[in-house]
């Protein structure tokens, strides 16, 4: 179990602090805007020349440069081939058309009551590991509502491979009719599609048995991925745009789940109970495009994707390990310091997005202090870049409360920027690769989502891998929307208690 | 042709799928804790076991119709939050060490099974033992934090056909509320409306002045019979048997034209007699409890959940002499009118109610009663019907505990298609005690129709 220590910020003088605001605001407003405000100084000095010098010295000067007919082609060919080398490197813009996720029926639910109901009687010799589940789940931050599906519902599960094909069917169908419904988008049309699911992986696999369900086009480029962990997800937005830079006019559908069935941990070891307390099921489709005619109704341009990889560390590999227990059962070993290292990998991913996104006076100040920390002195706190200039709204993989409390308190995000991490995790529990989506359903559901506005999805993954991906949005999206929200929004946000008694 | 009947019953016909939980599809409000009547705490070691008999004229896909009672019973749950819920013991400060349920969501298991044939060929050939196969009861577990009290069992018939069973612990819902409580899931599956959704509340108080009766048979049956232990010796030694017995019009059998009387009333009177001369006696009747709904006398709804049927001894003011049979059976049907038109009153109801609240920690025993108890009017006003396709052909009803006395005879609703007079009665009496009651004239003068065969034994009439 990871231990919260929160303490709340120390709270400056009030004075001190107001003080300290406007210093910040006005330095700010200097480094971010420097160019401009070098600009008009200069701009102001040439209008007032030109005024000064009136129309006949102006072309007096412009005659005197001895243009002719020569000099004037190779000019106007330089900036056409300049224009055109710029505009054919510049990469494709990739827009989000939009994407749907699965809402699980309400017969799948699992109160808390009913999961150690069954815990009991399907451990019934280990009573404490029973207990150990019971402690994760009352501070899992999980609501009653969450739902697994129906295989693990029996006393004992039945994870047949029946019932984990039943599950993907029922998921991704689902996910994937209401994104045909939201675009409009026929079947046929597709060019790309990537399934990512990390733990089962039939033959054939999972984008077969789409391409097989929809009737898609026989030279569709289909991609399969598996085991690559909750962050999997980015990982397919990185490949399709990828894809898409070299398929012009093309669009791409990505299915993020993540099967239950086949990978509840039938077995007794405590730190491979943990997964079962926290995983249920979920799915989201997304649809991408690079079409110039997409400009106008997708919701999202995509700005960024930064990966970051630290599997070539002993510790960040071993961290998230499936192995098989004393008595061969399989299952996903956490280990304990899943939290530091999780906390590496965002340091290093931070490190290669900050200067993509964060705005110069950040960056300068992030700069300051790492110059003077190795020149200086070693004791200087590191500065901590403000994201909150840089993004409006956070989508924070919901892969646990400890996850989510971390991340807050690293990145010094206020309570309403991880409320839509919070609340998916309540409402669906860690849906694994597909919480992202249902995050940003979230801020959409409550009317946050103004044009212009910056998103920034962050995913963790066993290797251990730090994704993140940032997102412009295109339009406003006005309430009340379709999607798994919408018929419980207006309960949310609910108060979630540190314990809930069990 | 016995000899190869038999050993199809001896197969294994019914074929256990899964064992599941099912919780209602709304989360309930945390923390509640509902108290039990006084009628409940004193019925508390005895448990309800049904089976409704569905036909259908439809052939579906094997699971499609488990597959919606499913999702139609956690809708269902929505409304009863204390069948979901478990059983606390809480010392109160004033209720020490009686159990409560807390409302926390725990949903009712259900188990899912196939049986071969079809419902017909199973009812002529089935007995008690194979019957409860299709309702499933787990007493109660050494933690009862984690007992389910409800479990339900869908048995889908691989030629046709379909079985419901419930089981409960009487601790929570009589026979009445049972019944209620398939009323309301099948209410929810055909129409999607719930048109009788259950009410809660604790029994209502005294609504006159306090009037002790002098004589009240109700409470001195309870005082006498709430301090009985252990059940007399010739119940265990004897093997119970359970039979189903059509009576198509039991009123115009009887030849009473007496206003009033019911059809409960004529056949309770009627296996009184008979079972008085099986067990030998000459010139007594045997000792026979009635078990009576009086959710009415305290103008309680009938879907009030929760307890609400007494037992009540029937009295012989005369001595009896073993004279014309029919005289006798008008007689006893005199007496068992009585208590239920007279003795049986509001007054005696709530006094009973007071002793068992102040004075009372014991559950009731019926000793070697017959306890007959009527059921006769739950199949009105309508039938219950899951689906438009399926009929209910038949329900059977088992009550397991001390309450069973020693032998029952259980009056319930014929199905429609047999005539609105007609009744189904199940008996389970000690093996020796049946066979002569079968071969009874007085009985077979009813021309009733034998459902089942008696286990073991070779019957002549079919």
């Known amino acids: ?502 | 042709m016995f000899a190869k009947e038999k050993t199809v019953m001896e197969e294994n016909r019914v074929r256990l799928i899964c064992k599941r939980t099912v919780v209602s599809t709304k989360p309930v409000e945390q923390g509640r804790l509902y108290r039990f009547s006084v009628f409940d705490h004193v019925m508390e070691p005895n448990h309800i076991r049904f089976v409704y008999y569905y036909q259908s004229s439809k052939t579906r896909e094997p699971g499609e119709i488990t597959k919606k009672l499913r999702e139609s019973l956690a809708y269902t749950l929505n409304c009863y939050p204390i069948v979901t819920g478990r059983l606390v013991k809480e010392t109160d400060g004033t209720e020490e060490n009686r159990w409560k349920v807390k409302s926390n969501d725990a949903g009712v298991r259900m188990i899912e099974a196939r049986a071969t044939g079809t419902v017909e060929e199973w009812r002529r050939s089935v007995n008690r033992e194979e019957e409860l196969k299709l309702v499933h009861w787990e007493d109660m577990y050494h933690l009862p934090y984690y007992w389910s009290t409800f479990y339900v069992q869908v048995t889908e018939f691989e030629s046709g056909g379909l079985a419901i069973g419930l089981s409960c612990t009487h601790l929570l819902a009589d026979p009445v509320c049972a019944m209620m409580f398939i009323r309301t899931w099948a209410d929810l599956t055909l129409t999607r409306n719930m048109m009788t959704p259950p009410i809660f509340h604790s029994l209502p108080p005294r609504r006159f002045s306090s009037h002790k009766l002098s004589n009240n048979q109700l409470l001195s049956h309870y005082i006498k019979y709430c301090s009985l232990t252990a059940p007399p010796l010739n119940i265990t030694e004897d093997h119970m048997v359970t039979i189903t017995l059509l009576f198509p019009d039991p009123m115009v059998q009887s030849g009473e034209n007496e206003a009033g009387l019911t059809a409960f009333e004529i056949l309770s009177g009627l296996f009184c007699v008979c079972v008085s001369r099986a067990k030998g006696k000459r010139n007594e009747l045997t000792d026979m409890s009635l078990c009576l709904d009086v959710r009415k006398l305290l103008r309680l709804d009938q879907s009030y959940f929760g307890n609400c049927m007494v037992y009540h001894k029937v009295h012989y003011s005369k001595p009896v002499k073993a004279i014309d049979r029919l005289l006798l059976l008008s007689y006893v049907v005199q007496e068992i009118h009585n208590v239920t038109k007279g003795l049986l009153d509001y007054h005696a109801v709530m006094d009973l109610v007071e002793w068992l609240g102040s004075n009372n920690n014991n559950p009731i025993s019926n000793g070697s009663d017959l306890v007959c108890t009527n059921l006769e009017n739950m199949g009105n006003p309508r039938p219950m019907m899951f689906e438009e396709d399926l009929m209910l052909s038949h329900l059977s009803c088992y009550v397991e505990g001390p309450v069973a006395g020693g032998g029952q005879v259980i009056v319930l609703p014929s199905s429609s298609g047999d005539g609105p007079m007609s009744r189904v009665v199940m008996v389970s009496l000690p093996q020796r005690e049946m066979v002569k009651v079968l071969e009874d004239e007085l009985l077979q003068s009813f021309s009733p129709v034998l459902l089942w065969r008696l286990q073991n034994k070779k019957i002549n009439k079919d």
């Open chain 1, 1 to 502: 179990a990871k231990h919260l220590t929160m303490s709340p910020p120390k709270m400056p003088d009030l004075s001190t602090s107001t003080k300290h605001k406007y210093v910040k605001l006005g330095y700010q407003y200097l480094v971010n805007n420097f160019l401009t405000l070098l600009l008009i100084p200069i701009l102001a000095y040439t209008a007032l020349e030109l005024f000064r010098m009136g129309p006949e010295e102006i072309l007096n000067h412009l005659n005197s440069l001895n243009f002719n007919l020569l000099h004037i082609l190779c000019s106007s060919f330089l900036i056409i081939f300049v224009s055109t080398v710029y505009f054919m490197s510049k990469p494709r813009t990739i827009y989000l058309v939009d994407y749907s996720c699965f809402k699980p029926p309400v017969t799948c639910r699992v109160p808390f009551a009913t999961f150690m109901e069954h815990s009991r009687l399907n451990l019934i010799d280990s009573p404490k590991s029973v207990e150990f589940q019971m402690r994760i789940l009352e501070r899992s931050g999980l609501g009653e509502e969450t739902c697994l599906p129906p295989a693990i519902h029996y006393i004992p599960p039945t994870p047949t491979m029946d019932a984990a094909r039943s599950e993907a069917e029922l998921v991704i169908f689902t996910a994937m009719d209401d994104l045909f419904k939201k675009t409009g988008l026929k079947p046929k049309d597709i060019d790309i599609l990537i399934v990512n699911c990390s733990l089962f992986s039939p033959t054939p696999s999972l984008s077969a048995m789409i391409i097989n369900k929809y009737k898609l086009r026989s030279n569709i480029k289909s991609l399969n991925l598996s085991g690559m962990g909750c962050s999997a997800s980015l990982i397919s937005v990185d490949v399709a745009r990828d894809l898409l830079q070299v398929h012009p006019n093309s669009n791409a559908v990505i299915v993020s789940t993540e099967i239950i069935t086949p990978n509840y941990y039938q077995g007794k070891e405590r730190a491979m109970l943990l997964p079962n307390c926290l995983f249920r099921m979920g799915a989201a489709a997304i649809l991408l495009s690079n079409r110039r005619s997409d400009r106008w109704r997708a919701k999202y341009k995509l700005c960024h994707l930064v990966r970051t990889h630290r599997g070539a560390e002993d510790k960040s590999y071993y961290c998230v390990y499936q192995q098989e227990d004393d008595e061969s059962h399989v299952g996903i070993n956490l280990n304990k310091d899943l939290m530091a290292i999780a906390g590496e990998a965002l340091k290093s991913n931070i490190t290669t997005i900050g200067p993509l996104v964060l705005p110069a006076s950040e960056q300068l100040l992030f700069l300051t202090s790492l110059i003077g920390r190795k020149i200086f002195n070693a004791k200087w706190k590191p500065y901590i870049p403000d994201f909150k200039m840089a993004f409006e709204h956070f989508c924070i993989h919901a892969g646990g409360r400890a996850v989510i409390d971390e991340l807050q308190k690293n990145l010094q995000l206020s309570a309403e920027h991880v409320e839509a991490s919070r609340m998916t995790l309540h409402r669906f529990g860690n849906t694994s690769s597909s919480s992202l989506w249902y995050e940003l359903s979230y801020i959409e559901a409550k009317g946050k989502m103004k044009r212009g506005d910056r998103v920034w999805q962050i995913a963790f993954g066993s290797g251990f891998k730090c994704n993140s991906a940032v997102w412009k949005s295109n339009r406003t999206i006005k309430t009340p929307t379709e999607g798994p929200w919408s018929d419980c929004i207006d309960r949310y946000p609910v108060f979630i208690p540190e314990v809930v008694k069990l």
